[in-house]
C-alpha cells in the first residue's frame, strides 16, 4: 500500500480490487488515466480474498472464469484443478495485479464510509474508515454481488464466549477446529462447501438447517500436465462457447423440451448429465426445467433420489430432501462428499425451520425446543446481495439523495450501469445473471470506452435519462415473468433480508442480449444518457 502515489484527487476511482475492480483499473490505466483502487482488505482478491472458509472454489471450470484479455497472461498462469480452490483464486488475483504493476493504485485497508457527489465541482469524493478522503471525477463501485455478509436477525449473537465468525469473514490465522463442537448456520452453497472440509477434524458438529437444497456433485479432479496444454490450446474455443451462451458458462441448456422425449431416453439423459462435472446438471438440462413446473418436478425427483441413496438413515435423508423449492429456483450448490458426511456418528442435522433458532447464548445456540454447546459457532448465512454493499456505502447523489433512497422501491437502472441522479457514477458490481469473469470483462470494456469517448469528445459529464432508466428497468423486471425464481425465497430476489424489496436482482435476458444492447447504445452515441 502506497498512498502517496495513490494520490488524493485522480480521475476515477474504482471501489473494489476483486475480479471486476483490478480488471477496470487496468483498462483505465492503459487509457492514460489516473485511475485508482480503494480497497477495504489488505489485499486483492474480494469475494477470493474474504471467503477464505475451507473447502471455497470456483463451481465453474476454472479456465471459464479466468479474464480472458491478455494471451500472455493465459500461457503464464496454470491451473491446477478443474475447479479452483480459494488460495489458488487469491493468488491468480495477485499474479494478475504483479504482472500488471495494479498494487501500486491501490489503497488498502480503506473500507468505503461514503461517497458524495458534488455538482458544482462535478466531482466525487469518497472518504474511508482509515480516515482518507479522495476526489474522483469517475467513481466506479466494483464490490461484487456478494460481498455484505447477512448475520441472522437472531439475539445474543455477541453474547457467545466462543469463537464465531461467517464464512465470508474467515480468519486469515489459522483456525484449530480439532476436537471442538463446532455449529454451522446455513446449508447453501457456503456451507455445503465448508461441511465435508471440517466434518473429520472437529469434536463434533452440529448442522442447523432451515430449508435443504439440491445439491450436486462437482466432480472436481486436478489438472495433468498432459490436459493443460490441450486445455491451454483450447481456452480461445472456452471463450467463444461461453460468449454464446446465456449466462455465460460453457454449459448451455438442451433446447429439446422434457416431454418431447421418452421416459426411457429422458432418464438416460439425467444419468449422463448427472455424471458431467460443475453446472452440466443444471444449466446441460432440459431447457424447460426452468420454466415449466412439471418437467422441473420430474427432474426435481430424480435428484431427491441421488440425495436419498447417499445417507444412510433415512429419517435424516428426508430432512436433506428440498421439497418447498423447485430444482434451480434457487441457486444449486455443487458439493464434494457432502451427503455422506451425515453418516458419520460425529455429526447432527438439526431441522431449524420446524424448531427455529431463538437466540444465541454465551455457550451455544438456543432453539425453541433445546440448547446446543458449542464451542465454534460459524454463520454460513449468506449475504445482502447485489444493493447491500452499495448500501452499507453510503452513496450520496444530487440534492443530497442517497442511492438506497433513490432504490427504495428496487433497484432502479439504465443498463444496470447507472442510475439517474448520480451522474458519473458507474456500478459495475455485476448486477447480471452470468458467469462474473465473462460479464465483468464486457462491462469493464464498455466503461472504459464510454470514458474514452467522453474525453475525445469533450464531455465531462454522463448520466442516464429518467426515461431511459424507466424503460430499461420495466423491460428488466417484465424478464423475470414466468421464471420460477421469482416463485421462490432466495437472494436471487432479496428475500433472504427483512424488509428488502422483493426483487430479481439481476438482469434476466441472458448475457448474449445485454452485450449486444450495451453495444447497441454506445454506436448510437450513448442513447439514453444525458453527456454534457
Ligand atoms: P445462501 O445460499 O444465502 O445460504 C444461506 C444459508 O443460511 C441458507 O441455508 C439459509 O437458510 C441459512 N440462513 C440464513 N438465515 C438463517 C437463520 N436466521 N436461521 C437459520 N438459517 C439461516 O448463502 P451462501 O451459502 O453463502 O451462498 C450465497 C451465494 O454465494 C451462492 O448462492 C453462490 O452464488 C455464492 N457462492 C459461490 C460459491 C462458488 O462459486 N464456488 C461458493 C459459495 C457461495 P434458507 O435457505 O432457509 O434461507
Known amino acids: 500500500m502506497n498512498n502517496t502515489t495513490v494520490g488524493d484527487d485522480v480521475d476515477v476511482i ?3 480490487a476483486g475480479v471486476s475492480g483490478l480488471y477496470n483499473l487496468y483498462r483505465l490505466r492503459l487509457q492514460g488515466l489516473n485511475a485508482c483502487i480503494v480497497e477495504a482488505g489488505s489485499g486483492v482478491g474480494g469475494t477470493w480474498y474474504w471467503n477464505r472458509y475451507p473447502g471455497a472454489r ?4 476454472s479456465y471459464s472464469y479466468q479474464y480472458s484479455f491478455s494471451d500472455e497472461l493465459l500461457e503464464e498462469w496454470e491451473w491446477s484443478e478443474h475447479f479452483s480452490p480459494q488460495p489458488d483464486n487469491e493468488r491468480y488475483l495477485n499474479f494478475v495485479a504483479d504482472k500488471f504493476k495494479l498494487k501500486e493504485h491501490i489503497d488498502f485497508n480503506a473500507r468505503v464510509k461514503s461517497a458524495t457527489y458534488c455538482s458544482d465541482a462535478n466531482r466525487w469524493t469518497v472518504e474511508t474508515e482509515n480516515g482518507t478522503t479522495k476526489t474522483a471525477h469517475f467513481l466506479i463501485t466494483a464490490v461484487g454481488i456478494l460481498s455484505a455478509p447477512n448475520m441472522p436477525p437472531v439475539p445474543g449473537i455477541d453474547s457467545f464466549a466462543g469463537t464465531s465468525f461467517h464464512t465470508a469473514r474467515w480468519p486469515k490465522e489459522k483456525i484449530n477446529l480439532r476436537g471442538k463442537r463446532v455449529g454451522v448456520i446455513g446449508a447453501g452453497a457456503s456451507a455445503v462447501q465448508l461441511i465435508p472440509m471440517i466434518a473429520k477434524e472437529v469434536g463434533h458438529l452440529t448442522v442447523f438447517q432451515r430449508e435443504p437444497n439440491y445439491c450436486c456433485p462437482l466432480r472436481n479432479s486436478k489438472i495433468s500436465k498432459e490436459e493443460q496444454a490441450t486445455l491451454k490450446n483450447s481456452y480461445q474455443d472456452v471463450f467463444e462457447q461461453c460468449k454464446k451462451t446465456f449466462a455465460g458458462f460453457m454449459q448451455d441448456f438442451d433446447p429439446r423440451s422434457t416431454f418431447d422425449v421418452t421416459k426411457g431416453e429422458r432418464v438416460a439423459f439425467y444419468e449422463k448429465i448427472w455424471e458431467q462435472p460443475g453446472f452440466t446438471k443444471w444449466f446441460g438440462c432440459f431447457h424447460d426445467i426452468m420454466t415449466d413446473e412439471a418437467a422441473n418436478e420430474e427432474y426435481g425427483d430424480f435428484v431427491r433420489k ?3 441413496s447417499r445417507v444412510h438413515d433415512p429419517k435424516i435423508a428426508e430432512l436433506l430432501l428440498p421439497k418447498d423449492h423447485l430444482f434451480g429456483s434457487k441457486r444449486i450448490p455443487l458439493e464434494t462428499n457432502y ?7 460425529n455429526v447432527a442435522l438439526v431441522d431449524v425451520k420446524t424448531v427455529p433458532i431463538t437466540e444465541i447464548t454465551p455457550s451455544g445456540v438456543r432453539t425453541s425446543q433445546a440448547d446446543y ?7 454460513a448465512t449468506g449475504f445482502d446481495a447485489v444493493t447491500g454493499e452499495l448500501a452499507r456505502m453510503n452513496i450520496v447523489g444530487e440534492n443530497g439523495k442517497t442511492l438506497s433512497e433513490a432504490w427504495s422501491d428496487g433497484p432502479q437502472t439504465y443498463l444496470t450501469l447507472q442510475t439517474s441522479g448520480f451522474p458519473n457514477l458507474f456500478l459495475v458490481n455485476g448486477a447480471l445473471f452470468c458467469n462474473y469473469t465473462r460479464c465483468a ?3 469493464a470494456e464498455w466503461v472504459s ?14 448520466e442516464a435519462t429518467k426515461e431511459a432508466e424507466k424503460a430499461w428497468t420495466e423491460h428488466s423486471n417484465s424478464l423475470t415473468d414466468g421464471m420460477l425464481f421469482t416463485k421462490t425465497n432466495s437472494w436471487f430476489m432479496g428475500t433472504n433480508i427483512p424488509g428488502k424489496k422483493k426483487n430479481f436482482l439481476f438482469y434476466a435476458g441472458g448475457a448474449p442480449a445485454y ?18
Open 58 to 61: 470456483f463451481d465453474s471450470e
Open 14 to 16: 474504482i471501489i473494489g
Open 441 to 443: 470483462e464486457v462491462v
Open 449 to 462: 470506452d464510454c470514458i474514452n469517448h467522453l474525453s475525445i469528445h469533450g464531455f465531462t459529464r454522463i
Open 339 to 345: 451427503y455422506e458426511v451425515y453418516n458419520q456418528e
Open 373 to 379: 454447546e458449542l464451542d465454534v459457532i460459524i454463520y
Open 306 to 308: 441421488k440425495i436419498r
Open 515 to 532: 452485450r449486444e444492447k450495451c453495444a447497441q447504445v454506445a454506436a448510437d452515441g450513448y442513447e439514453g444518457f444525458l453527456l454534457s
